[in-house]
């Protein structure tokens, strides 16, 4: 998935941009209010972390403008604000999250995996499958199933599991070359003509071939289970 990290504080934007990498999220840093603004309408996020405090324009107004527009990307609150009035206010105009400086990172990370859940409506499900391919996103470990029924567990990589994720997300849907890109790059990264391909090749033998389909010129998909 990719991520917007919007905080003006080099060593908190640091820290974040460096765990979420580790658990195979592309990231986005912003430390400006007003080009924070833009950057939702121009890029399709599956999750906001948003400070309060910026420089150019506060995280309230930004959430207010963002809903306005009827951008709904999951947004979680990180600031030092800590009043119950601050929290009710972050909620009210839209935030799906609220969390107070300082906080664990590896409950952010949880925090991050739940309201990306509820946004696609499936609060009950923690892992995503196909029925032959499910993959788990706290140990970013798929499990495989064979036809006899049999379970293996592969380990995946970061970028292989950014990508097996975005193609378990929508089974059955062709998902483009570009389309890939933009769920496991974060801007502003150097990515090679074949890296897409390079993934899938390295995928394709941890899980089968016959487990992620190629349609020529358009792009590759899991196969929807039933």
């Known amino acids: 998935m990719r991520i917007l990290v919007v905080e003006d504080d080099p060593l908190i934007s640091n820290a974040l941009e460096n765990s979420l990498k580790s658990s195979a999220y592309a990231v986005d840093c912003v430390s ?8 939702p309408k121009d890029i399709s996020y599956d999750c906001i972390l948003l400070d309060l405090g910026l420089p150019g324009m506060d995280g309230v107004q930004l959430l207010k403008n963002w ?12 600031t030092a604000r800590d009043g119950l009035d601050d929290r009710i206010q972050g909620l009210d105009v839209g935030a ?20 990306t859940r509820r946004s696609a409506n499936s609060n009950d499900v923690v892992s ?3 029925g032959t391919l499910t993959l788990d996103p706290v140990t970013h470990e798929v499990m495989v199933k064979d036809d006899a029924g049999v379970v293996s567990h592969c380990p995946l990589t970061s970028r292989e599991y950014s990508l097996l994720e975005a193609l378990l997300r929508r089974p059955g849907a ?7 890109e933009d ?9 090679e003509s074949n890296a897409i391909e390079f993934i899938i090749h390295n995928l394709r033998k941890k899980v089968g071939s016959a487990n992620i389909k190629n349609v020529r010129g358009v792009g590759w998909k899991v196969i929807k289970g039933n």
Not at 32 to 39: I, T, W
Not at 67 to 78: A, H, L, Q
Not at 183 to 191: Q, S
């Open 32 to 39: 400006d209010g007003n080009q924070a603004l833009y950057a």
């Open 67 to 78: 809903r306005s527009e009827s951008i709904f990307t999951p947004v979680i609150i990180i």
């Open 96 to 115: 799906d999250d609220y969390v107070v400086k300082p906080f664990d990172l590896t409950e952010l990370l949880a925090r991050i995996r739940a309201v």
């Open 128 to 130: 995503f499958t196909n």
């Open 174 to 180: 062709v998902l483009s070359r570009e389309t890939l």
């Open 183 to 191: 769920k496991i790059y974060a801007f502003g990264e150097e990515v």
